[in-house]
Structure formats: C-alpha cells, structure tokens
C-alpha cells in the first residue's frame, strides 16, 4: 500500500461517513459527473447509507471519494468514484481503488463490478477486465432526469 506516502502529504482514506462532505459529493456527481447527472440529493443520501463508502481527505477536506455496493460476502459494485479536480495527477485514485480492493471487509469476494466510459487502464491495474460472457447478464436501466439549477 502506498499509505505513508500519501499519509506524508497530508492524506488519509476513511470509511467513517460523518466525514463525507455530502454537498460536495452531491455537487461533483450532479454537474461534473457523466453518470449521475440528475441524482436527486436524497438519492444520494440514501445511496450513501446504504453503501460502504471511501472518502480521500487532505487536511480534513475530501478530495475524492468511492462507493462500494456490497453483501461483504459474495460480490461488490464499485461506483461514483471520483477525484475532485483540484487534487488530481498525484496518483490518489490508484490508492484509492488500491485501497478498496484491499480493504478486509471486502476479502474474499467471488465478483467485483464497474462501469466505466474512460478509466478502464486505471481499473485494469486492479484485475478488472471486461465481463466475461456478456450475455448471461442483463440490468435494468433508468437514468436520470436532469435537475434544473432552478429546482436545485
């Protein structure tokens, strides 16, 4: 793990959710996002409730966070995951995949998943690969709306 070199520069990961900056999650996800456009706010918090999270801080700022869909059993879904744009190119979204897919709760899963337009080479470095036999699998989908900055 790369934990004291970014331990050093001031960062740390925690799963502890009464450090989430919820706003600053909401906001990155509903305006820069390309998946999550139109979350209702209250989606979101119940998504985060429901979900083992992963935030990256910097001097008790979040500089990124992650989500991790899972029954700590058999199978996880990994989502959201972003770096805010002020704290990327220093590596922070590898440690922190690297930090999830190596987090104990998470040991001995038979199925990881994700979805992904640009961040396979990031993914790839982790074992993620392209589902294998496609065709067994199947999902329903709904996006959402966008929400209007009025209605915001």
């Known amino acids: ?3 004291k070199v970014f331990q050093k520069k001031g960062f740390i990961i925690s ?4 450090l ?6 909401y906001k990155y996800l509903n305006e820069d996002s390309y998946w999550a456009q ?3 706010f209250e989606r979101l918090t119940k998504a985060i409730e429901n979900s083992l999270c992963f935030g990256v801080y910097r001097d008790g700022q979040l500089a990124g966070f992650a989500r991790v869909v899972t029954d700590k059993a058999t199978f996880a879904y990994l989502c959201d995951v972003f770096i805010l744009p002020g704290y990327r190119g220093l590596g922070l979204s ?3 995949v690297q930090t999830i897919v190596a987090y104990p709760e998470l040991e001995g899963l038979r199925r990881w998943s994700l979805a992904t337009a640009d ?5 790839s ?3 993620f690969s392209q589902i294998t ?8 989908f709904k996006p959402y709306q966008p929400i209007k900055k009025e209605e915001q």
Not at 15 to 18: A, F, G, N, R
């Open 94 to 96: 590898k440690w922190l």
């Open 133 to 140: 036999k496609p065709e067994r699998w199947m999902e329903i």
């Open 38 to 40: 139109g979350m209702p």
């Open 15 to 18: 799963t502890d959710k009464s």
């Open 1 to 3: 793990m790369n934990d």
């Open 119 to 123: 961040a396979h080479g990031l993914y």
């Open 125 to 127: 470095q982790f074992g």
């Open 20 to 25: 989430l900056n919820v706003e600053v999650i």
